[in-house]
Nanobody, 126 residues
Framework: QLQASGGGLVEAGDSLRLSCVASVSSITRYNIAWFRQAPGKEREFVTAIRQTGTTTYYADSVKGRFTVTRDLAKNTIHLRMNSLKPEDTAVYYC?????????????????????WGQGTLVTVSS
């Protein structure tokens, strides 16, 4: 199971760190991603980190502002979000999938993920 936390209300330009704790299995067994869904919009890919921890993937809209890392001791994935914009407002979900296929296209597709956290709301005011 995955548990996401860290969301909140911030102003444009602020930073926030989200966390995703895996409670059942080690995060080293899965590729883990963050997705987000704004009201009335489709769920979209934000970032992912490979099972090995050696490769990260980012959507163009967050590249250079967001950073995904993992803490093996705490079995946790973090998403550091800097220079937040109002368009970053969404519910953020962490998700896990097995190790097969590590292209960007595969990592970015929500249907490829089998475990999902409950989501944490990020609201960025202008």
């Amino acid at each position: 199971q995955l548990q996401a936390s860290g969301g909140g209300l911030v102003e444009a330009g602020d930073s926030l760190r989200l966390s995703c704790v895996a409670s059942v299995s080690s995060i080293t067994r899965y590729n883990i991603a963050w997705f987000r869904q704004a009201p009335g919009k489709e769920r979209e890919f934000v970032t992912a980190i490979r099972q090995t921890g050696t490769t990260t993937y980012y959507a163009d809209s967050v590249k250079g502002r967001f950073t995904v890392t993992r803490d093996l001791a705490k079995n946790t994935i973090h998403l550091r979000m800097n220079s937040l914009k109002p368009e970053d407002t969404a519910v953020y979900y962490c998700a896990a999938r097995s190790s097969w296929g590590v292209t960007m296209a595969i990592m970015a597709l929500p249907d490829n993920y089998i475990y999902w956290g409950q989501g944490t709301l990020v609201t960025v005011s202008s």
